[in-house]
């Protein structure tokens, strides 16, 4: 079984149409999303649209959170707030409906699915977190493998019930040890904030153990020009180069 998983797209239908291309070229049996659909990109309805038309399972994740109650708008800064606020203008009932019945986690295919930390924060950062609570976190953990967005970066944390190893992870194929347990933030697809502008996801590789990182070009101009267009925070334009 090959599983894509997908996280933080953030509007960034550009992003995501030249993603679920290379997702078919490589023949994935199955895609996942780790939420953050929404908030800071242009194009939320497209990008709801297009993952409910697939039909891949989803997570929940904060920006879904503050759409499905206004009160969680108080967690994020003024210019995402401003975000938001517009992104929920942009999205039809039947994707308003859709984002309210996202779950907060998912065991499924043989993975835990979860958008910030396991088992079901959609709001807490990996970067919070001790190394000895991440310890226990993977102790505890059925099954052995979680994956994880919310960061917009790329990790791979394995934990063999001695030695916890940190690594970031870089375009190509990663082999995880069968003998640990494993926690991997994928990256964004959207907005990513590892260093290189392209859109990021993985695809793991159950039968082999391995972890192929994509990194995928697309059209950063349009996706810009249409930020600005709709008057959202220009911030959140610039930072995608």
Not at 20 to 46: N, T
Not at 52 to 69: K, L, Q, S, W
Not at 73 to 89: D, G, H, V, Y
Request: charged share 20%; aromatic share 8%; proline share 5%.
């Amino acid at each position: 079984m090959r599983i894509a998983i997908l996280s933080d797209i953030h509007g960034n239908f550009e992003a995501l149409a030249r993603v679920l291309e290379d997702m078919d070229r490589c023949r994935v049996d199955q895609a996942v999303c780790l939420g953050d659909c929404i908030g800071y990109g242009p194009e939320p309805e497209a990008v709801i649209t297009e993952i409910y038309r697939r039909g891949i399972p989803t997570i929940i994740g904060n920006h879904e959170m503050a759409v499905c109650d206004r009160i969680h708008l108080q967690w994020f800064n003024p210019l995402a707030r401003q975000s938001l606020e517009k992104t929920i203008t942009l999205l039809s009932e039947d994707s308003l409906d859709f984002i309210r019945h996202l779950p907060y986690s998912r065991t499924l295919l043989g993975c835990h699915l979860v958008h910030g930390y396991p088992p079901d924060s959609a709001q807490t950062y990996l970067f919070q977190k001790t190394s000895q609570e991440i310890k226990q976190t993977l102790t505890d953990m059925v099954p052995p493998i979680c994956f994880i967005g919310h960061t917009h970066d790329l990790e791979w944390i394995g934990y063999d019930g001695r030695r916890l190893e940190r690594h970031p992870l870089h375009q190509g194929t990663t082999t995880l040890a069968t003998d640990q347990c494993h926690l991997i933030n994928v990256g964004s697809v959207g907005q990513p904030r590892d260093g290189t502008n392209h859109a990021k996801y993985v695809i793991w590789d159950q039968a082999h153990a391995l972890l192929d990182t994509r990194f995928v070009t697309y059209d950063i101009a349009r996706t810009v020009a249409a930020i600005e267009a709709l008057g959202l925070p220009e911030a959140h334009a610039r930072r995608l180069w």
